[in-house]
């Protein structure tokens, strides 16, 4: 037995702590018993407490486990979480072959996060945070669950990030949301500044601030709930997977928001691994849980190079033929692009 000196004390059984029963912390290698480490920032104990599964990968900070997120979650201690962080997939119709169906009818959809949502709402602590990444379709039915459960609304949050082309007949879809609930009055709230915005062409401001320039916090500005900055995660160089994934940026900056080191954060759709990874720069423990393939999220969280293969071209030309792309071959043959007109504007 080794003493966690960093945690604190650990304790086996978290419905009756025991002080005589001690554990060692967290390894990088994966688990030899099926005790998950909880860390309660307030009491600064490190508890475990039995599960059914064991784990498939974890390191000194958190666990990742391979399977339905609802199964895991039942096994779960109640009140045990300080934030509940969910990117679930959209039911847009992505089938890729990894055990689950993504075209259920709408009723099926929504019927399905209402049962994850309640299981999550009960894992959070009295104060902790909630946070659900969707588009506003599915969002604006999914933030009418959280407030039956009794949670508290904060702020729906509008990341600018195109995700489809334009669709006739309507606006052009260019935000998702980004709900964010406590439960009860929050336990951590911290507003990030962001950097006073400058033209990326000259450098000067691109607001004047009614002439009240000088008087701006230098330390940035106060964060709003319309999230300009978040870069879309499209390319080769920082995508982990082939599938979509969120920004680091942006998970970085919920956990600035909604959490202090040492808390507890759970992400029941695990994808590229991107929760686990700020919340381990952010020294943040950790849980998580992926239904598919978990070696993108075990590559990352190793520090290994990841395997994604690119489909040879941009997010611009998905979707397109090889002769409306102008790339590549067509039946066998080269393509090139069409020939481009004068196009000088006529004067009269």
Same mark, same amino acid.
């Given at each position: ?240 997977? &082939?599938?979509? *994934?969120?920004? %680091?940026?942006? @998970? ?6 909604? +959490?202090? !080191? /040492? ?28 239904? &598919?393939?978990? *070696?993108?999220? %075990?590559?990352? @969280? ?6 994604? +293969?690119? !489909? /040879? ?36």
């Amino acid at each position: 037995m080794i003493l966690a000196q960093t945690a604190g004390q650990v304790v086996k059984d978290l419905f009756r702590p025991c002080k005589s029963s001690v554990k060692a912390a967290c390894s990088d290698s994966p688990s030899t018993h099926f005790d998950l480490p909880v860390y309660l920032a307030s009491t600064e104990r490190l508890f475990y407490y039995p599960l059914m599964r064991s784990s498939i990968f974890e390191t000194k900070l958190g666990r990742l486990y391979q399977g339905d997120c609802l199964e895991l979650m039942a096994e779960l201690q109640p009140g045990s979480i300080d934030l509940v962080l969910a990117d679930p997939p959209f039911n847009l119709g992505k089938h890729d072959g990894k055990g689950f169906n993504d075209s259920l009818a709408d009723h099926e959809y929504l019927d399905w996060c209402e049962k994850w949502i309640t299981s999550g709402v009960k894992l959070l602590k009295d104060g902790g945070a909630f946070f659900l990444f969707n588009i506003p379709k599915w969002n604006i039915e999914l933030g009418h669950v959280l407030t039956q459960q009794g949670m508290m609304f904060r702020h729906w949050i509008a990341i600018d990030i195109k995700y489809t082309l334009p669709i006739p007949g309507r606006l052009y879809p260019s935000h998702y949301s980004l709900l964010y609930y406590t439960k009860g009055k929050p336990r951590y709230f911290n507003r990030p500044r962001v950097p006073i915005p400058v033209c990326r062409h000259c450098g000067g401001d691109i607001h004047d601030y009614g002439g009240h320039r000088n008087k701006l916090n230098p330390e940035g500005l106060n964060l709003t709930d319309v999230w300009l900055d978040i870069p879309p995660v499209r390319h080769q160089s920082t995508k982990r997977r &082939g599938a979509n *994934e969120l920004s %680091i940026k942006l @998970l970085r900056r919920v956990l600035e928001i909604s +959490t202090q !080191p /040492g808390d507890m954060v759970f992400d029941p759709f695990g994808g590229s691994g991107t929760t686990f990874a700020a919340a381990k720069e952010m020294h943040r423990h950790w849980i998580g849980v992926e239904l &598919g393939d978990c *070696e993108p999220i %075990i590559r990352r @969280l190793k520090g290994e190079a990841a395997e994604v +293969t690119s !489909p /040879g071209r941009g997010d611009a030309a998905k979707g397109m033929t090889a002769e409306r792309n102008g790339n590549g071959k067509h039946n066998g043959k080269p393509t090139r692009l069409p020939q481009v007109k004068n196009l000088t504007p006529r004067l009269f």
